[in-house]
């Protein structure tokens, strides 16, 4: 215990460090330098120095900064000439200009290229303070509003996670255990049983609330984006990288990361995201300088990572570095007293989302519902309601709008699948797992994108499947 209370200490100890951004200072005079570098670092910025507009964009070229203070006059590389080409090269970069002639001409000059404010001299101290905290938190309020904006957007709220069944009062309490934990979390279940949602209550329910939560599906990014997507990159680093670019991890800091189908993530990258949760620092594509990050890691898989692990798709190093805490998902089928919780649940929303006047679901359609196996589970659910509200024309919820499959019991039913005849649980699992995919593709045609979107899977993680059960 007390090894973990020392690691701890160590741990908030580097997070305080890490906290203050970065600033660039350019000026030709080097007393005027000093001075600023002196006093910013007092303040617990993070703070290096330029003698000239040159100078200061070979610092960009392999570093990034939060803000740059930048003389207006100086030999070589004006001010605003400067200030153009940061704002070029990364666009986030907040700039003040630093003028001893305080016209008005130069200052509107500066701000219509992009110059946040400027400072006089000789500077009022308390003023240069004051205007650098209100720039700061201006960048800060930015990077949360698109953060927030991005959220919006998503198709699941946090606060979503509905049932009470045993196995999921025991999920809730799981998170009301590790809601402030510092420690990786692993959250594991089939597709469509809401690893998101937990991942969400876990970071809206702890001490990291406030700071952004950044999800991220590795098997939805093409292998060539990706790292530039988590780790960010720099200008040139290649062809189209015509900017310095934040990545994900820049943009979780002091938050949480969630990465969700952790393992379509290429193996170059597993060594990468491995060096991360060791070290707390990274370097973006093309970059040079190491920077520090404290983010707390959520990462979601559908398959048996076990298995992955064995076959060499997925490092083991890895996987237990991320697997600190576990949480198992059950899937819909498991937790059969929650589906008229959900059923309604996902009754009110489409129904106000359609703008349909209908008051409930018949008792013979809830009884249909309640039959079914759900292999895409609560995303198949819902999918089937919003189906039914949409189709639906009178007061109530019929069988007539239910799917075929369900009424007609034509999908495959636990009641059907192989039985277990012997201790082999394993191979009795995989036996229904390939029944199921084998009626999708019956289902869809033999079309396999269509087959997928049935199971609630993505096409790499279908092909993955069809490989595994040699199924052509």
Known sequence: MQAGKSADYKFMTTKNNMSKEKILIVDDEKSIRDF???????????????????????????????????????????????????????????????????????AIDAMKAGAYDYLTKPFKIDEVKYIIKNALDRKRLETENILLKKELKSKYGFANLIGTSPRMLEIYEIIKRVTSAKANILITGESGTGKELVARAIHYEGDRKDKPFVPINCGAIPENLIESELFGHQKGAFTGAVANKSGLFEMANQGTIFLDEITELPVQLQVKLLRVIQERNFRRVGGIEDIAVDVRIIAASNKEIDREVKEGRFREDLFYRLNVIPIQMPPLRERKEDIRLLAEHFFEKHTKELGKEIKGISREAMDY???????????????????????????????????????????????????????????TIEDYEKAIILD?????????????????????????????????
């Not at 400067?82 to 003040?96: A, C, D, H, Y």
């Not at 999708?440 to 049935?454: H, N, Q, R, T, Y």
């Open 36 to 106: 600023l570098e002196i006093m910013l670092k007092k303040e617990g910025y993070r703070v290096s120095s330029a003698s000239g507009g040159e100078d200061a964009m070979r610092l960009f070229n392999n570093s990034s900064y939060d803000l740059v203070i930048s003389d207006v006059r100086m030999k070589g590389m004006g001010g605003v000439e400067l200030l153009k080409n940061i704002k070029e090269t990364s666009p986030e970069t907040i700039v003040l200009i630093v003028t001893a002639y305080a016209s008005v001409d130069t």
């Open 369 to 427: 519902l309640e039959s079914y196996s759900y292999p895409g589970n609560i995303r198949e659910l819902e999918n089937i309601i919003e189906r039914a509200v949409a189709l639906e024309n009178t007061s109530i919820i019929l069988t007539d709008s239910l799917p075929d499959y369900i009424v007609h019991k034509k999908a495959v039913d636990v009641s059907v699948c192989p039985r277990a005849e012997t201790s082999n649980l394993e191979k």
């Open 440 to 472: 999708a593709l019956k289902k869809s045609g033999g079309v396999k994108k269509k087959a997928a979107e049935l199971l609630g899977l993505s096409f790499r993680s279908m092909r993955y499947k069809l490989d595994k059960y040699g199924i052509e």
